[in-house]
């Protein structure tokens, strides 16, 4: 099995919720939204590793969280684990608290680590987000954005060295010839070139593990191919360790080696893409593959029935047992799996060799 | 070749820091309104500059100091009135260097009913009055007064040995003579240490002018007289109209010193007084007009050009210190409060509600009052008021920061800035901060008047730091005319009442042009 990068262990990220002046009257306990649930799962070196579902289930807030950028307050349980460079790993573990330190996995608690500490981690761990529009500053030229990185963590003495980083960033990214782009502002770009700094900026420092949130559903569909490339070809050539988040499991299927289906918060399936998409165990994965739209147009025709009813229910109030229980089909369909999914939620277990699924269906009687 | 392109990229980087700055100069003077206002401004500070050159901060003091405005006539318009038809009587300050005559007198002769005799000097000034107008009367200062001990005939004389008699005598150009002042006979030593300042007396002058009326057979009442006596000084009166009107011509004013020390030789003191070792040496005579430099005077006879010129940079103080402390401690508040948010967020919060609900003004007239109880000196009190004015000044801007904080903070871009590991200090700095100082900018410069504004409030309001500001001089138009004066005084009310109004559109033009550029969507709070 080959060493991890990231590996997310029971996680639980939660938000409280405002509480009105009459709900604090009536002191009952703080109500939470579950973002994400008791989540874990390990991303290795060189893998591309998708997390797919609605929206609202919590992509993000996992993302976001494997590169602490979610506050340590709202992060209630579980922890994160980051194995960095040798070199890094070397010059930090000294100076870092020891529960932030896995000794024997060369890994660090990224949560256990005081703000202060952090800075060096941020090096290789990154993130692009969703929006193009909004994640670049518009104020600033992208040769201002793309130095940032490097000034903050002190890379390049003078300006010509970080002239040069900020060059090779931008042709990395295919964004050439680089003079064009290096005086212009966000403004003066398309969203497919914003999206292509963003990444830019996320790969200047060089990092291991790059978490990619949705990185394409905001660009027009001609486009999205480039930037995917993109990110393919950075992983192949840095063998970086990836997080692609996306709502669409075709696109999942294109890009990911391993793909993990949430629904509010928990993981539901988890397994190699193609296994995944092409056996899918869950009753949520399956009615997800059935509405993948079908590329031959005779097929097309064919109406399709959605294995599924309702809408998503609240991250507030999770219903005992399955939370997927409400929208389930095979809930009404297999009378001898309902008492369990009323009363116990289902564990995440094998059901077949690397394909992880969590329902009673496929629990051992 | 290579390193010339990067030397120049080096120096974009470099004019990066420059460009919003610039780019919102060149935006605000493309606009009509950001044209007059940093027009007026610049023209504001050119006059504080030349103010601040030309008038000694000393000025504030001699202000308060009424004797020194003794000789100007009060409640005057400016001269340039005579071009726009207005008759005037033109203000006169002469300097007399030497004495016409010094002789002995040595019988007693009658000078407008005083017998003199003794040693007799003399000075002597014309004054031509061609405009049909009043002058206010006549001052003469004896300014360069001798007092050496002297030695006659082996005996010594004090300046307090020796009396003096001084009349003031108006030759008119009618050919009567009026004496105008009182003349008490007193010494040497006690005129000089008095000031030796010879007054224009009412009383004497009306005895005097009911006496030259009955002698042509006209009755007029002695306090119709006193009442006039300026004008009947320099006029004539038509019984028909019972009114005074001006008589032009060529008056002289003659001023007659008269000296008389016991037992020692006349002759022997004229020579005395001639080798300048003692009696009244110079003498300075004003005709006081019926109006007076550019500016024209307020009841005291004070210049009000001096005043207004003095007021430009104290106004600019006012205003910029007021308003850059404000805003300076309202942006770093402000952003402060909404980047960090929890307690410190809350404190800053609380703080702003209780000053907001502070009522400003009561406390400004409190504070005010003490001080003046106090005695405290003109420039403390106006930097106590600087001072409340900026404590309660910062929250209002503080609060539109704190709110653009907070939709700044939550842009993805700060993320991202998070993301690469970058500071608070470096996200405030770099990304909130220049989005944010424009703003304050804009505040900044609307804050400039409204400080000025207050304060001149203030003054009407009876908190006087007595500084010579457009703001107390207008109070003290104010003051003069409820205490009932004269209503006409435009002289006095318009120009400082103009200066404000233009200094507050010379910042309001540039604020709104600012504004416009720096934030359309804030252009109206
Ligand atoms: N900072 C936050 N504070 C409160 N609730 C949040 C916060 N971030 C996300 N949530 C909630 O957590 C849930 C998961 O959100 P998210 O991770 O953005 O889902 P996804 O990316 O899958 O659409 C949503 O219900 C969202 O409203
Ligand atoms: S556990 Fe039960 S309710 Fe949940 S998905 Fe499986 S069958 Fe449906
Ligand atoms: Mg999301």
């Given amino acids: 099995m080959p060493a991890y990068v990231v590996r997310a262990e029971d996680l639980r990220v939660w938000f409280p919720v405002a509480r009105s002046f009459l709900e604090m009257l009536r002191r009952g306990g703080r109500r939470y939204v579950h973002a994400v649930d008791g989540v874990s799962f390990e991303i290795y070196e060189g893998e591309t590793f998708c997390l797919v579902g609605e929206s609202g289930c919590g992509k993000t807030t996992t993302g976001r969280t494997l590169v602490r950028l979610t506050p340590p307050e709202n992060v209630l349980g579980g922890r994160v684990l980051f194995r960095p460079s040798r070199e890094l790993f070397e010059e930090l573990a000294p100076r870092l608290p020891k529960v932030a330190v896995v000794e024997e996995e060369g890994a660090i608690d990224i949560y256990a680590v005081p703000d202060k500490l952090f800075k060096p981690l941020r090096r290789e761990l990154q993130i692009v987000f969703q929006d193009p529009f909004g994640s670049l500053n518009p104020r600033m030229k992208i040769r201002e954005i793309l130095e940032e990185p490097l000034l903050v963590h002190g890379i390049g003495e003078t300006f010509e060295d970080r002239l040069e980083y900020i060059e090779r960033a931008l042709e990395v990214v295919k964004l050439t010839p680089v003079e064009e782009y290096l005086d212009r502002y966000p403004h003066q770009l398309s969203g497919g070139q914003r999206q292509r700094v963003s990444i830019a900026r996320a790969i200047i420092l060089n990092p291991r593990f790059l978490v990619s949130d949705e990185p394409v559903s905001m660009l027009d569909v001609s486009i999205r191919a480039e930037v995917l490339e993109i990110l393919d070809e950075l992983r192949k050539k840095y063998n970086m360790a990836q997080v692609f988040i996306t709502h669409d499991l075709a696109l999942a299927r294109y890009v990911c080696d391993r793909i993990a289906v949430m629904y509010i918060g928990k993981i539901v399936e988890l397994g190699e893409s193609d296994e995944v998409i092409q056996n899918p165990l869950h009753p949520y994965t399956r009615a997800l593959v059935a509405a993948i739209p079908e590329p031959d147009p005779n097929n097309r025709k064919k109406l399709r029935e959605l294995r599924i009813k309702g809408e998503v229910t609240s991250a507030i109030d999770i219903p005992p047992g399955c939370r997927f229980r409400p929208r389930c089909v095979a809930y009404d369909e297999t009378p001898w799996v309902r008492s369990r999914c009323e009363t116990e939620e289902p564990p995440l277990i094998e059901a077949e060799r690397g394909h992880y699924v969590a329902c009673w269906l496929y629990a051992k009687r | ?525």
């Avoid at chain 2, 404190?347 to 001080?371: S, Y």
């Fill in chain 2, 1 to 525: 070749m290579a390193s010339s392109a990067k030397v120049g990229k080096k120096l974009g980087l470099l004019s990066d820091r420059l460009r919003g700055v610039e780019e919102i100069f060149a935006e605000v003077r493309g606009q009509l309104m950001g044209k007059i206002g940093i027009g007026l401004i610049v023209f504001f500070v050119i006059v504080s500059l030349y103010s601040l050159a030309t008038i000694p901060l000393s000025f504030a003091d001699k202000w308060l100091d009424l004797t020194y405005w003794a000789k100007y006539p009060s409640v005057v318009p400016p001269e340039w009135v005579s071009s726009f038809g207005v008759p005037v009587a033109p203000f006169m300050d002469k300097f007399i260097d030497t004495p016409d005559t010094v002789y002995f007198q040595r019988t007693p002769v009658n000078y407008q009913g005083v017998r003199l005799f003794g040693v007799v000097e003399k000075f002597s000034f014309e004054y031509k009055l061609r405009q049909p107008a009043f002058p206010q009367g006549v001052l003469v200062h004896a300014r360069d007064i001798e007092l050496e001990n002297i030695t006659i005939g082996g005996r010594m004389i004090t300046p307090s040995q020796v009396s003096l008699t001084a009349l003031v005598l108006l030759h008119r150009p009618d050919n009567v003579t009026l004496l105008l002042n009182d003349p008490v006979v007193t010494t040497l030593k006690s005129f000089a240490s008095s000031g030796g300042v010879l007054r224009f007396s009412d009383q004497i002058v009306a005895q005097q002018i009911v006496e030259l009326y009955r002698r042509k057979g006209v009755e007029m009442a002695q306090d119709y007289a006193q009442n006039n006596a300026a004008q009947l000084a320099f006029g004539v009166y038509d019984p028909e109209t019972r009114s005074v009107r001006p008589l032009t011509g060529t008056y002289t004013v003659e001023v007659v010193f008269t000296y008389l020390a016991r037992g020692v030789n006349p002759n022997l003191l004229v020579s005395e007084i001639n080798a300048g070792n003692i009696g009244v040496q110079s003498i300075e005579g004003v005709v006081k007009g019926s109006a007076y430099g550019l500016m024209g005077t307020d009841n005291y006879g004070r210049d009000l050009y001096r005043a207004l010129l003095f007021a430009f940079p104290i106004e600019l103080v006012i205003g910029f210190v007021a308003a850059v402390a404000s805003v300076v401690i309202g942006l770093i508040l402000g952003v402060v409060s909404g980047y960090y948010g929890g307690w410190v967020d809350e404190l800053i919060q609380r703080t702003i509600d209780i000053m907001g609900n502070i009522p400003i003004l009561p406390i400004l007239v409190l504070v005010g009052a003490a001080l003046q109880e106090q005695g405290a000196s003109g420039w403390t009190m106006l930097f106590v008021i600087i001072f409340l004015l900026v404590i309660f000044g910062w929250g209002g801007l503080a609060l539109i920061v704190r709110s653009m904080t907070l939709s700044i903070k939550s842009e993805p871009y700060i993320d991202s800035a998070k993301a690469i590991g970058a500071s608070n200090a470096r996200i405030i700095f770099r990304h909130i901060m220049p989005q944010v100082i424009p703003y304050a900018m804009a505040s900044l410069v609307f804050n400039v008047p409204s400080a000025i504004l207050t304060e001149a409030g203030l003054s009407v309001l009876g908190i006087r730091h007595n500084l010579p500001t457009w703001g107390t001089i207008l109070a003290q138009a104010r003051d003069y005319i409820f205490s009932g004066g004269r209503y006409d005084i435009w002289w006095w009310i318009l120009p400082p009442g103009l200066l404000m109004g233009l200094m507050s559109v010379a910042f309001v033009f540039l604020g709104l042009a600012l504004e416009t550029v720096v934030e359309p969507r804030l252009r109206r709070r």
